[in-house]
């Protein structure tokens, strides 16, 4: 049986669900490790069941698109990535082995959604986090908050 992904709401709250009775109970996310499967009990039932308590700002999309990464600061080289998950405040993609790529550099990432209009993304990022080829990166912020194009593209899932 896999982990069951629950995410934190606004105030760092998790519900925790019984698959086993359907009961339900609201837990401070702060009491249990993140991103991370364990095991809970149930407090009606006492059946344990697997879950994996997610805490980001914004929902993730996995996706997979074939994109272009351009280095900003330091400045550098393009190179063709694959761009494999979207959230409205960034995106994580695969880089070549040598991307060279650092927490903290200043990127340009472009790629073109799948929806009707084959949106053209091209936002600067900052480099929030690397593992091998997986880059993570945080858009820049926007006049006017949110990309539309992104909010509009996540919200029909």
């Known amino acids: 049986m896999s982990a069951t992904v629950i995410f934190t709401d ?8 019984c698959p086993s009775c359907a009961k339900s109970r609201r837990e401070p996310a702060a ?18 069941y697997e879950i994996q308590i997610e805490v980001r700002n914004f ?11 351009t280095r ?5 080289l393009s190179e063709k990535v694959a761009v494999v998950n979207l959230s ?8 070549s082995e040598k991307h060279g790529l650092m927490k903290g550099h200043l990127i340009k990432v472009s790629f073109t959604l799948d929806d009707a209009m084959k949106t053209m993304i091209r936002k600067e990022a900052t480099v929030r986090f690397v593992k091998d080829r997986y880059v993570g990166c945080e858009f820049a912020p926007t006049v006017g908050g949110m990309e539309p194009d992104i909010g509009f ?3 029909k899932l």
């Open 10 to 17: 606004r105030d760092g709250m998790v519900v925790l669900h």
């Open 31 to 48: 009491k249990f490790p993140t991103n991370v499967p364990f095991k809970v009990d149930c407090v009606a039932c006492g059946a344990s």
């Open 59 to 69: 929902f993730r999309k996995e996706i997979a698109f074939e994109g272009l990464m």
């Open 72 to 76: 900003l600061d330091p400045s550098g």
């Open 88 to 95: 409205y405040g960034g995106c994580g993609f695969q880089a």
């Open 153 to 155: 593209y996540l919200w």
